[in-house]
C-alpha cells in the first residue's frame, strides 16, 4: 500500500499556445460580447450559477455535437480546464435543472441582441459584406408522436387536432413526388419552419421561426423589415431567394421600396403556357384560328390581355365556318357558347424587368447554395431538437 497524491497546477496561456481544442474556445469566448446579458441574481434568492457559463456550455454543445444535457454535464465534467474557462468552479457544476431552466427561462430577444452585436462586429472588421443577402426557410418537425412514421395512429389529416405538447404547431406537407406530371406520395409532418437571411459568407443575420401556414414571401418581408432596423444595409444590395418568393408584391418591395435588386427564378406554378401566334401578333385556338382581341385590365398588380374565340367574335370568321368549331370544342356550344379564351400576361413590373438569361443573374443567384449549407450545418448539431 501506498500513499498516491495528485496537485494540479498549470497556467491557462499553456493551454490556449499548445491545444488548438482549447485555442478555438478561448478565442470563441473571449470575443463573446454579453456584457447586456445579466450574469447572476443579485436580488433576494440564492445567486446561483453564471447564466454567461451556461450560455457558452451551450455553444460547447452544439460544436461538439452533444445530443443531450446529461452527456454535455459529463462531458464538462471530463474537461476542467475548458469548463473552468468559461465560468465554472471545477467539481462545481450545475445539474440538469439549470441547464433546462435556463432554456424556459432566457428570453430569446436577449439571445438575439448577442447574436446582432457579434454580428456587427464582423461588419465593422469586413468580415462579412452587406452588398448580398440570400433568403430561405426549412421545415422544422415538432416533438411529437404525430411525426413518428412508425406510429400507425399518428395524425396526418385533421389540422384542428393540435399535438398536446405542440399547440402552435401547424400541419403542412414536408415533400412530394411528381408522378406522370401529377403531385403524388405526399409527407406530412406537425411543426414550423424557420427563415432566415444569410450574408454569402453563410453568416445568419435574421431568423424568425413560425408555424408552418405562414407563406416565405409574407414572411420574407417581415424579415427584411428587421434588417434594414439592425443593420442598416444600402440601396443596390441584391436580395436572392429560390422560387416559393416568386410574388409580384415581394419584387414591388425590393426593388420599388428598397431601390434593390432581386434574383429569384419564375416558379412554374406562376409561369403560362406556351402559345403560338398568328400574323397580326394574337394567340392561335387550339383549332389553329386567329383570335380576337377581347380588353385588357388590372388586378391585384397585374395586367392581362383577354383574347376570345374568332368565330364568335367576328361575322367574316364565321361565315367561312358554317359548321362552327373545326374541333369540336364543348365550349363554343355548351352553357353561355362564348367559345374558348386565352390571356397574355402584360404586366410591366420588377418582376417583368429581371433578366434571368444573363450571366450576371446567373452567377448571383448561383450564391443561394450558401444558405443551403447553412441548414447542414444546423442539421449536424441538431439545432433543431
Not at 445568419?204 to 408552418?212: G, V, Y
Not at 386565352?342 to 448571383?364: E, G, H, N, P, W
Amino acid at each position: 500500500m501506498f500513499n498516491l497524491q495528485y496537485n494540479l497546477f498549470y497556467d491557462l496561456r499553456y493551454f490556449v499556445q499548445n491545444s488548438s481544442f482549447h485555442r478555438k474556445y478561448f478565442l470563441l469566448f473571449d470575443s463573446l460580447e454579453l456584457s447586456g446579458f445579466k450574469d447572476l441574481n443579485h436580488g433576494t434568492g440564492c445567486t446561483g450559477y453564471s447564466r454567461h457559463a451556461i450560455l457558452r456550455a451551450f455553444i460547447i454543445k452544439h460544436l461538439e455535437e452533444i445530443k443531450s444535457i446529461p452527456k454535455l454535464i459529463r462531458f464538462l465534467d471530463a474537461h476542467p480546464v475548458l469548463t473552468e474557462m468559461f465560468g465554472f468552479t471545477i467539481g462545481n457544476l450545475p445539474d440538469e435543472s439549470q441547464f433546462y431552466r435556463f432554456l424556459s427561462k432566457t428570453n430569446n430577444s436577449i439571445l438575439k441582441k448577442i447574436h446582432h452585436t457579434i454580428n456587427k462586429e464582423l461588419i465593422n472588421e469586413n468580415v462579412i459584406s452587406m452588398k448580398h443577402f440570400i433568403l430561405d426557410s426549412k421545415p422544422v418537425m415538432a416533438a411529437t408522436r404525430d411525426n413518428n412514421f412508425k406510429n400507425p395512429k399518428r395524425n396526418t389529416r385533421n389540422k384542428n387536432k393540435k399535438p398536446k405538447r405542440n399547440l402552435s404547431a401547424t400541419l403542412c406537407y414536408y415533400s412530394y413526388q411528381e408522378v406522370n406530371g401529377k403531385k403524388d406520395n405526399f409527407i406530412f409532418f406537425w411543426g414550423y419552419r424557420t427563415h432566415v437571411i444569410v450574408t454569402k459568407e453563410g453568416i445568419p443575420l435574421i431568423e424568425l421561426t413560425l408555424p408552418n401556414n405562414y407563406t416565405d414571401d409574407k414572411v420574407a418581408i417581415k424579415l427584411i423589415k428587421k434588417l434594414k432596423r439592425v443593420y442598416k444595409f444600402k440601396k443596390g444590395s441584391d436580395f436572392i431567394a429560390d422560387a416559393a418568393y416568386d410574388n409580384r408584391e415581394f419584387y414591388n418591395f425590393i426593388v420599388g421600396q428598397l431601390k434593390c435588386n432581386a434574383y429569384i427564378p419564375i416558379n412554374p406554378r406562376n409561369k403560362q403556357k406556351d402559345k403560338f401566334f398568328g400574323v397580326h401578333g394574337y394567340p392561335l385556338c387550339d383549332a389553329g384560328l386567329e383570335m380576337k382581341s377581347g380588353g385588357t385590365w388590372i388586378e391585384n398588380l397585374r395586367a392581362r390581355a383577354k383574347f376570345r374565340c374568332p368565330i364568335k367574335a367576328s361575322k367574316k370568321i364565321a361565315v367561312k365556318h358554317p359548321g362552327g368549331c373545326p374541333i369540336n370544342k364543348p365550349c363554343f356550344s355548351e352553357k353561355k357558347a362564348y367559345g374558348c379564351t386565352k390571356y397574355l400576361d402584360v404586366t410591366d413590373d420588377a418582376r417583368a424587368r429581371v433578366q434571368r438569361d444573363t450571366d450576371i443573374y446567373k452567377s448571383t443567384f448561383n450564391m443561394r447554395t450558401e444558405v443551403e449549407r447553412y441548414f447542414a450545418r444546423l442539421g449536424e448539431r441538431e439545432a433543431e431538437q
